[in-house]
């Protein structure tokens, strides 16, 4: 294992070698109130979880006590089960069963009582016994005055570790009072559960935990504010630790030797280096640019400063930059970088590959291969015991389903019950069930296809989910639709009556255009397209109710071809055939001549004509922007969008300045995902709202429109015709590689191959007659038998999780206590 | 014509006479497809040629389907189980423990529906083979006995030459191709001196009474043999069994025709000293003296040979004389030969090569693994006959192997002679690892023809479609591209269920500790069942395949998946079974088959230049999945998928392998682009 860690366990293992010297115990110790009060030693802490003696021997506290003696042992804490036995009465015994209280002592002080409800699990176990035994290490704040008087008391004397967590005793937490064990006396710790404290720090996504590393120690000036530096991993002890490895090292190191012999700290935790050449002219500009390039990539490179003149190796004359992976045998990569911020880019694009090189005589081990990587099935998995409302759906057999599919109008959900994807749909499908129940003509049903595989090949069902339509007199129509509540809700709504729908009077025309006529079916199809065709057009009248019928689900369609039609299409200035498009939200009725088309393109017509000329952006809707192939104009807004802005874009787009573009906002409140968006693009985040140009198609450029300019259409045109001219430089591309294996698969071939091998040299070359066979047979078994016994450890692809590294952390603390045994 | 010249008002009936005679006179009936017997092998390929509107005949000698079954098993009781639970409701799963059903559209027509034994009474399977043909409606010739078979080349005819039939009537029909079902029917004798002594299992009376107090002697240790013995056990002074080799029981061999635990009940009395006995020795080595009491001694045909012919029995040297403990010395009552049967070979004529197989296979017709003869094209042995490719390793030579194999033959025929390509489903490759799990959880045919028919995925250019082959006979995958119809350009993947290597045999202990694997990393160690997936890069060549390494089914594939062996047979476990098929597979396609909900292939929309196969297929034709409130809340409360949560981390986070866990955080986890695939590649 790299050096990394070895300080965190010779950290923790003086602790112990101070605290530690009662024999190693792995379970918990069950003691009389008098026993147990006679083992408590001076100084040393102990918790203690009375219950009566004929309590159940097993609960969920008790379980989860018993996990928790092996991390608490290792920090010299032992715990103990006293049973409250009726002739030894002791105050800490409750009166009733379900007032048992776990008690902490330091020597045979009483330190804490907690209700077992709030050590809910071993992780909350440790981190509140950490807790109040670290009480002067840890200091718990609330509000921004404490934590500007703690900064304000250590400038110029020590660093603070601030972390804001949601909960006390929640895992987080505890990683924090891990890593306050190990460097309380070197840092000061202090702990927050106040959002509002997070927030007025200016912190983003204030739901997860957060860790700052406050750089108190280098300032001198009183007024000054402390560096800060936000740990981006998640909080783990072994996060923190490598965090705090990497605020230890120096902000920057002078070296004047070849960069691809030279190591640091960082290429051990697994980050690369960048190394900023310099040149004895330039010496006092360059030291100043790496700072600065130090403090943005601190945490997530080291920084080095390369003196050219006193190299002896040749670096490339141009190369300003020298980047140097953590992979051993990556060659360095010269480069040619003329702005800081793309190497702060380079570096972040750059770091996903990096990865701890395995210390030769450590197997370190890579990503566990058996823990499950795919989102859908694992939120399935995590939510499978909860019970769904499926009674809301009726659940097809073989024998009930041609029936129930005659006799009404159904939609048939085809699933499998084991596949993760079926199984996330299905939770869709009951909450549309949910909305619609009591409501619906339309009866919502479900098949499952891992028991009745031969309805749902006969319904040419061969891929799950499948979601149809049965309607009498109709052939089944599959959903094509995105699988979720919403958009299924809508196909159901709209789904209430058959397409296109025949208006018969001019009267009933303008109803249908103006919304009036399906008031209820509007909010589903913002939009209603009406076909205009005078009586005679057969062909394109066919046509049409093809494209509506195709159509169902996704949009409102009528038709009119009564004899005075033309009343309507001189109204609209619309020459027949044509096609009325109502936009609702508007209020605006455009009309598109409808020339002699097959069904087919009038779908496409409708389908490009659903588009609007700056919509929002969100998830859903992305796809049919997507396909136009054109660059992505986005203004990031956080909430709705200042009408000023849109108006200057609708402008643009009315002067055809964007027709290469698709311009469009993202409404952060209503797609959050788009903060992570941004956070690809920019580093650090503009104020909002931010206008990007993503180039989605071909070559993943982004551009951003100057923050420092209003978005006002001079501005805009000025800012196009420059990135036209190619005279605007991109703040970042996207990667573009391809999407492979997330991780590698067992390699049975080998291990076959490995065993055999082992096989065939202990087996004696001969010519094989037919009766000799049984007899091999039986040497194979044989042998295969003690292949089987053999560890087959260089067979297996290692797993690494997280009770692995704790049982490794566990071995080398047993290492360490044998060392002070024979010490003492 | 002189008639109706002379005559031309007889000219009308003159012509009809004309064209009555025709047939009779000059052509004989024509038919493409011929099926000789109708047995289940013969029924159930006429049921194929029924539903695919072809034009064929079914030939059978007796008046009724299933002859065979009418006499045998002599003992009534047939051991081939009648499931008729399995707690599920897959009808395509329950054919897994149903032995006797016939494949076919019609739910009424199974087994189940005709007897509740779970080893049901021959007179059952008559009743169903004449109900299946009956129902269905297909087209047999009863009473007609095909007494000869020859050619006739043509070339005009579809395989060069056609089938020539004549039954015993002298009535001739001409096939242009020959399905033989005819089963095994000849019984099997060996000739030995005093061979005339024993009485055939076809024949000996099935009555215990006739055995009260007799030693018997019965020669073989098969099936029938152990069932004749089963049932004379309790009323016999004793009963010696003897043949060549050991006895395989097939709960050792995995081979349902060595010998099933519900006929060995001699195997207990014997172990437990209860007079009967086995015992071991080459039949061809042995003769049979009848004395002047009429009882039977065995000796060795060494000793007959020594003396002098026409010799008494008395005075010929028996084996005690020498070796005063030989086993064999008491006389016995009776001699029962149940040495099983042989292919009729005798209405074949020269000319149509059907030759007998090798040492092991002599009561088999030579076949390829297509089933065709290796002597004439277009002549097919379907049935018990066809055991010979899976002989002793699948189930081939019984009813729940061979209605898979028939099916088969029907779908290589429908490709060679009417363009009809190998049934096949065309996928998008994110369905690449349900389509797997869908099948080995579910077909029948896999399971029970394990080893011989196999599903084979061909993928389409880039891997982003593919085509599902169903139950394709795996010998010939080098012809897979001829025999189907199906283009195998891109790579393909060949999904076969096996037991464990070395677990099978007579002689093995297939209850040793151990024996069953549980972890997914040791599951090429299975003993069990379990399907196994083999990747090709390139169709492997008719010399790889005849060349294979010893032991395997299949040539050595690019890699090899297996998943791990289940108690329940259920391989839908999300860990156990699922994940490392889903990494095995993208590891050989060389690309990521995760699925993600809408929201992260948004995401990657808007910040990759590339996206995973799930969101392309998808999302982007707008039918990502959406993830309602109670999958988003694990989504962000599961810490190994904090990357994807809604209001997550940074890129990079999102990059990383959601598996990489808190500890090591990023420098551990290589994401799905970081990930360099090239060395885990160059393994594979």
Redesign the interface.
């Known amino acids: 294992m790299s050096s990394g860690f070895s300080v965190f366990r010779v950290g923790i293992s003086f602790v112990i070698m101070c605290s530690f010297y009662m024999p190693t115990v792995d379970s918990l110790l069950e003691l009389s109130p008098q026993k147990y009060f006679s083992t408590l030693q001076p100084g040393k802490a102990s918790l203690a979880y009375f219950c009566q003696a004929d309590s159940p021997r097993t609960s969920v506290f008790l379980e989860e006590l018993n996990e928790a003696v092996r991390p608490l042992q290792d920090y010299g804490i032992s715990v103990a089960k006293v049973n409250c036995v009726k002739e030894e009465i002791s105050r800490y015994c409750g009166k009733e069963k379900d007032l048992m209280k776990a008690y902490l002592f330091k020597g045979n002080i009483l330190l804490r009582e907690f209700p077992t409800d709030t050590l809910f699990d071993v992780n909350a176990i440790v981190a509140h016994v950490l807790f109040a035994l670290l009480f002067n290490e840890v200091k718990y704040i609330t509000n921004l005055e404490d934590l500007q008087n703690i900064e304000n008391a250590l400038k110029g004397k020590a660093n603070i570790i601030f972390s804001y967590v949601r909960a006390i005793g929640i895992p987080e937490h505890r990683a924090v009072m891990e890593a306050a064990f190990v460097y309380g006396t070197t840092y000061q710790f202090v702990l927050t559960t106040e959002i509002a404290l997070l927030e007025s720090l200016g912190s983003e996504d204030v739901e997860y935990a957060h860790l700052y590393f406050f750089h108190c120690k280098l300032v001198l000036d009183l007024t000054q504010q402390c560096r800060r530096t936000l740990m981006e991993q998640p909080l783990t002890t072994l996060n923190i630790h490598l965090f705090i490895k990497t605020m230890k090292a120096p902000l920057l190191t002078e070296v004047a030797e070849d960069p691809q012999q030279v190591s640091t700290v960082h290429l051990q935790l697994g980050l690369p280096l960048v190394f900023i050449v310099s040149q004895q002219a330039t010496y006092e500009a360059d030291r100043r640019t790496a700072e600065w390039v130090a403090w943005r990539l601190l945490g997530k490179a080291g920084v080095l400063l390369l003196l050219r003149d006193s190299l002896e190796v040749n670096i490339p004359q141009h190369a300003n930059v020298v980047f140097k992976r953590a992979e051993k045998g990556v060659p360095v990569e010269f480069l040619v970088l003329h702005d800081v911020d793309l190497i702060i880019s380079h570096v972040e694009h750059n770091t996903h590959i990096e990865e701890i090189q395995e210390d030769e005589d450590d197997d370190m081990e890579g990503p566990d291969i058996d823990v499950q990587d795919d989102e859908v099935a694992e939120t399935v998995f995590r939510d499978r015991k909860r019970k769904l409302p499926l009674e809301l759906t009726v659940e097809l057999t073989e024998e009930t389903f041609n029936a129930t599919v005659m006799a009404s109008d159904s939609i048939v959900l085809f699933y499998a019950g084991w596949q993760a994807v079926s199984m996330a749909f299905l939770q869709s499908y009951v909450d549309v069930a949910v909305k619609l129940k009591g409501t619906s003509t339309m009866l919502l049903t479900r098949i499952n296809c891992a028991d009745w595989s031969d309805v749902c090949t006969k319904q040419n069902v061969t891929e799950f989910p499948i979601l149809k339509m049965y309607k009498k007199g109709e052939n089944p129509v599959s959903y094509a639709g995105m699988l979720g509540t919403k958009d299924l809700l809508k196909f159901i709504q709209l789904n209430r009556i058959s397409y296109p729908v025949n208006i018969t009077s001019i009267q009933e025309a303008e109803e249908y255009l103006s919304g009036e006529l399906y008031k209820d079916l509007i909010s589903y199809s913002s939009v209603s397209v009406l076909g205009l065709f005078s009586p005679t057009m057969t062909t394109a009248k066919e046509d049409f109710s093809e494209a509506g019928n195709d159509l169902k689900g996704y949009v409102i369609t009528g038709i009119y071809s009564e004899e005075d039609v033309l009343l309507l299409s001189n109204k609209y200035a619309a020459s027949l055939p044509a096609l009325l498009l109502a936009r609702h939200t508007e209020g605006k009725i455009e009309s598109i001549p409808l020339a002699i088309t097959r069904a087919e393109d009038i779908v496409q017509i409708v389908t490009d004509a659903l588009l609007e000329m700056f919509p929002e952006i969100t998830v859903e809707n992305l796809p049919s922007y997507f396909r136009l192939q054109k660059p992505l104009l986005i203004l990031f807004s956080d909430g709705s969008i200042n009408p000023q802005y849109k108006k200057a874009i609708l402008t643009l787009v009315k002067q055809k300045y964007l027709d290469s573009l698709t311009p469009c906002w993202l409404n952060l409140k209503n797609t959050p995902v788009g903060r992570r968006i941004l956070r690809a693009y920019f580093d650090p985040l503009p104020p909002l709202p931010v206008l990007v140009l993503v180039n989605l198609h071909s070559g993943g450029q982004v551009f951003a429109f100057p923050s420092d300019q209003a978005i006002i259409e001079e501005n805009l045109v000025l800012w196009l015709k420059k990135l036209e001219a190619g005279l605007e430089n991109h703040i970042t591309i996207l990667p573009a590689q391809e999407w492979k294996p997330p991780l590698p698969a067992y390699d049975f071939l080998s291990m076959m191959d490995a065993a055999t091998s082992q096989h065939s040299t202990r087996k004696i070359p001969k010519c094989m007659k037919e009766t000799d066979v049984q007899e091999n047979d039986k040497e194979q078994h044989e042998d295969k038998s003690a292949v089987r016994k053999e560890p087959i450890e260089t067979l297996r692809i290692k797993h690494w999780n997280r009770s692995n590294w704790f049982k490794e952390a566990e071995k080398s603390f047993r290492h360490d206590k044998e060392l002070c045994s024979k010490v003492n | 014509m002189g008639l109706s010249a002379a005559a031309p008002l007889w000219g009308p009936p003159g012509l009809l006479l004309a064209i009555a005679l025709h047939p009779a006179l000059s052509v004989p009936p024509r038919r493409d497809y011929c099926v000789l017997g109708a047995g289940p092998a013969g029924l159930q390929m006429a049921y194929f040629l029924q539903r695919a509107g072809r034009d064929y005949e079914v030939f059978e000698r007796a008046p009724r389907p299933g002859s065979f079954f009418t006499r045998y098993p002599r003992h009534r009781k047939l051991i081939s189980i009648n499931k008729r639970y399995t707690g599920?409701?897959?009808?395509?799963?329950n054919l897994r423990h149903d032995w006797n059903s016939l494949l076919s559209h019609d739910r009424r027509l199974l087994f189940r529906h005709y007897s509740r034994a779970y080893f049901p009474d021959a007179r059952d399977m008559v009743r169903y083979l004449g109900d299946f043909a009956d129902t269905l409606g297909l087209r047999v010739q009863y009473n007609t006995t095909i007494a000869h078979v020859t050619l006739d080349k043509d070339r005009r005819a579809w395989n060069g030459h056609y089938f020539i039939l004549t039954d015993q009537k002298g009535q001739v029909h001409q096939c242009s191709v020959l399905l033989v079902a005819t089963g095994l029917s000849v019984p099997n004798q060996v000739d030995f001196p005093g061979s005339e002594n024993v009485e055939g299992y076809e024949s000996v009376s099935i009555d215990p009474e006739d055995f009260i107090g007799q030693n018997v002697l019965i020669l073989g240790r098969g099936n029938s043999a152990f069932e004749t013995a089963e049932n004379i056990l309790g009323v016999t002074n004793f009963i010696h069994m003897l043949s060549r080799s050991r006895v395989r029981l097939s709960w050792a061999t995995h081979y349902v025709g060595d010998l099933r635990a519900i006929n060995n009940g001699l195997l207990d009395t014997y172990q437990l000293k209860s007079l009967d006995g086995l015992l071991e020795s080459d039949l061809r080595d042995l003769a049979i003296l009848k004395d002047s009491k009429g009882k039977f001694h065995v000796t060795l045909k060494f000793f007959l040979e020594e003396a002098s012919t026409n010799q008494s029995a008395d005075a010929i040297t028996l084996p005690q004389d020498d070796n005063d403990n030989f086993a064999m010395r008491v006389p016995y009552d009776r001699v029962i030969r149940c040495l099983g049967w042989n292919f009729d070979f005798s209405i074949f004529n020269k000319s149509l090569r059907l030759n007998s197989g090798n040492a092991f296979g002599k009561k088999y017709p030579l076949i390829r693994a297509s089933y065709e003869s290796k002597g004439s094209r277009g002549l097919f042995i379907l049935g018990t006959a066809s055991h010979s490719v899976d002989y002793r390793k699948s189930a081939g030579g019984f009813i729940h192997g061979f209605r898979y194999t028939v099916r088969a033959v029907h779908r290589l025929l429908e490709h060679r002679h009417h363009s009809v390509a190998w049934p096949a489903?065309e996928?998008?490759i994110t369905?690449l690892t349900?389509?797997i799990?869908?099948r080995v959880?579910?077909a029948s045919g896999l399971y029970q023809m394990f080893g011989v028919l196999a599903d084979v995925i061909l993928l389409k250019e880039n891997a982003m479609a593919f085509e599902y082959l169903e139950e394709f006979p795996i010998q010939m995958l080098a012809q897979l591209e001829t025999l189907t119809g199906r283009k195998a350009r891109h790579g393909l993947f060949v999904i076969n269920m096996e037991y464990g290597?070395?677990f099978s045999?007579p002689?093995?202990d297939v209850f040793?500790d151990?024996r069953s694997v549980g972890h997914?990393?040791?599951?090429?160690?299975s003993n069990f069942l379990h399907p196994v997936i083999y990747y090709y890069r390139y169709l492997p060549t008719e010399q790889e395949v005849r060349f294979r390494p010893a032991h395997w089914p299949l040539p050595?594939?690019t890699?090899?998946?297996?998943i791990v062996e289940d108690f329940l047979t259920d391989w839908?476990a999300?860990?156990g079974h699922?994940?490392?098929l889903?990494?095995?597979l993208?590891?050989c396609l060389?690309?990521?088959?995760?699925?993600?909900?809408?929201?992260?292939c948004?995401?990657f929309?808007?910040?990759?230049?590339?996206?995973?196969?799930f969101c392309q297929q998808?999302?982007?034709?707008?039918?990502?999945?959406?993830?309602?409130e109670?999958?988003r809340q694990?989504?962000?409360?599961?810490?190994?998928?904090?990357d994807?949560a809604?209001?997550?981390?940074?890129?990079?986070?999102?990059?990383?392998?959601?598996?990489?866990?808190?500890?090591?955080?990023?420098?551990?986890?290589?994401?799905?682009?970081?990930?360099?695939?090239d060395s885990?590649k160059e393994?594979?």
């Open positions: 599920k409701a897959n009808a395509e799963f489903t996928l998008p369905q349900s389509s799990v869908r959880n579910e290597r070395n045999g002689d093995k040793f151990d997914t990393e040791d599951a090429w160690q050595r594939p890699a090899i998946h297996h839908t999300p860990i699922i994940l490392p889903r990494r095995f993208e590891n060389d690309t990521d088959l995760r699925s993600f909900y809408a929201e992260s948004f995401l929309a808007l910040t990759r230049q590339k996206l995973p196969p998808g999302y982007l034709r707008m039918q990502g999945l959406v993830s309602t109670s999958l694990h989504r962000v409360e599961s810490r190994l998928l904090r994807d809604p209001m997550g981390r940074d890129l990079e986070d999102s990059s990383q392998h959601p598996g990489d866990q808190e500890l090591l955080g990023a420098p551990l986890a290589p994401g799905p682009l970081a990930q360099s695939l885990n393994e594979l």
